[in-house]
DNA sequence: GATTCTCCTTGAACCGTTTTAAGCGATTGC
DNA sequence: GCAATCGCTTAAAACGGTTCAAGGAGAATC
């Protein structure tokens, strides 16, 4: 560092010299202003004072103070990022996405992690508008969140990811759940299956209504004698753990489906542990598909097939759009990016027996 | 909200009105160190006046600026947090555990993920002290960063998390890597293997040399009859895609090792991947062990033994000692916190061949 | 040589808080 | 009855930048 060096004194902070801008401009011998334009406007100054300034800034190690910045500018270059799950690989995925596109834009992030509580996710919201971040990337948990709307009126951008803005002044980016549903559930009937579990978290989660319906939609378009009939199970949490336990003692009280569709990949490697367990084989005797295409999926116990989102591009792109709004907030117009889910077959599905023999017999 | 009540003009912010604390003391009829202190300092003022303005500060739902505030007092509640790869379930776990930790203490967690790359850390670092945090969490890439030690002399407080504090005025959390590498060894070595290759990230990886050392000592102790043969080969990036493409190689080019010690779990499972596609059975006829012991090792092709560490725990300490700093500046005195790995054994190692047949003859 | 024009640079105002010394009315002490 | 004390409140000075109107030094024009 180079405050021994410089001749005036700098400013105490938090029990360290820290230079000012101040200071710089006193060594560099020019005004503070001149300081500011080397920094924000280096077209307006003359190449030799430029370098003078720069030179200086360099050996100093000086760092323009950003609160200051902000408060002036009414800027700070902070986003913040509010997602239900961050061990779930979906969201670091999406987080990943959402991190490299802040960081290339000089963005940086903070990342809040709501656990599917809408009350957590309202006190991150409180957090987030008292730093006065510029914006917020937000998964809700619910689809009813009264506190979302109150944070446009205060200013901040919002923007939804893998959710649409429902009536909600914002971007969006989201993937077709309804029909990554029936992606879901086409394929298992295509194999053969007849009696389906749906195994999801709460139906306020919006992913999980979305997709149901989708389900159900694709349901009326199969004719009534081949249509599977559909049980559903609701998980409190979408975690491996939690869809382990419940289906350790499904199996106990008695299998009555052939094939589970789960609300991710996570579920889907617990159901698959509990079976396992149990001596149950996947995907002989039961099949099981996943959510997500995680990248553990391809190496798991028993190779998941899954529905795959593209979750980092996910994330990058509501990033792109949350800055672009920041910067150009006059000619922004909202609007609503749609990527769409891909099924991906591994070895956890597979035909049913009697759809096997029907095959041989034909 | 309040703003259309007020009698005097509201600061136009980012195109909305947004009060400040002026216009709270211009409705409340006090003034605006008042309002001040009505936030702060509730205990200075009577208590009528302190409810007269704490109305309106509710009625108009004012929120003080953040960065005013910062800009002020020095303090803003944010911490950083820098890892070398978020998708790595390890760190995730980390983070959510930093998260967790930060929200109970009403602290917010600015995530930045450095792709293992020195030269992103440091633009990090930077950004993290442009935006003033008051502390920054780290893992670093690289064992010899200058710039950590000039963020110290910012005022901004540092922890190394995963990582002893070598040399700087620092808290550290970290788990006994040395120790780990050994657990490591030691069980292949009791498994009968003599030729084991060691499968890690660059040599100047902080913890992958520490591994290795704890390896060296663990072989010294070992009689010379009984030592194995250590081979190393490096990995450019510690992933999964990475370990897979240099095991593919390395079998075409021939084998001649009995085990295989990994970086991480997921060079592990890229690693059986690639065996299982040249049909190479593990562990029957390689044995592997993964270090970090993730979620998933569980559920994988080949349920995964593995050396366990407390990822979440390691956050959630690192960030209790960093904010206790924060708070507690000058009671604080540095600590270094380690915990102890676990060896976790499952499917993806047994005994050698030859060792088995010793067993059963004797 | 005076005038205009360009190109840089400067000084001062301002952003919204926190903080502290000073002020002020009421109470107490002698 | 006057000074000292007490309990609140206030005014003003930071904090470290950005921004912009105004100034000044040369170069170009007349």
Redesign the interface.
Known sequence: ?YRFKCSIGFVQ????L?ASIRDVAKEAGVSLGTVSNAINRPEVLAPRTLRKVQKVIEDM?F??????R??RA?R?R?IGLVVPD??N?FF??L??GV??AA?AA?Y??????TDESTE?EN??LD??????V?GILITPARDTNRALA?VT?????LALVDRPALGLQACSVAVNDSYGGSLALTHLQELGHRNILLLTGKEDIPQVADRNAGIREALKKISAAERPEITELRLDSMS?ASAYEVIKRKIDSGIDFTGIICGNDLIA?GA??AFREKNIAVPEEVSVIGYDDI??A????V?LTSISQPAYELGYAAAELIISECEN?ERHVHQRIEFQPRLIVRSSTAPTKSHRANLKIS
């Open positions: 560092m902070f938090r029990g360290v820290v190690g760092v323009p103070n950003a609160s200051a902000n408060l009414g700070n902070v961050i061990s690989p670091t995925d987080a990943k991190n490299d960081f000089k940086v992030v903070i990342l809040c992690n957590k006190q991150y957090v987030l508008s008292a730093q006065n510029e109150s009126e205060k200013g901040i951008r491996a490697l698959i542990r990248d553990f391809d190496s798991a116990n190779p907030p």
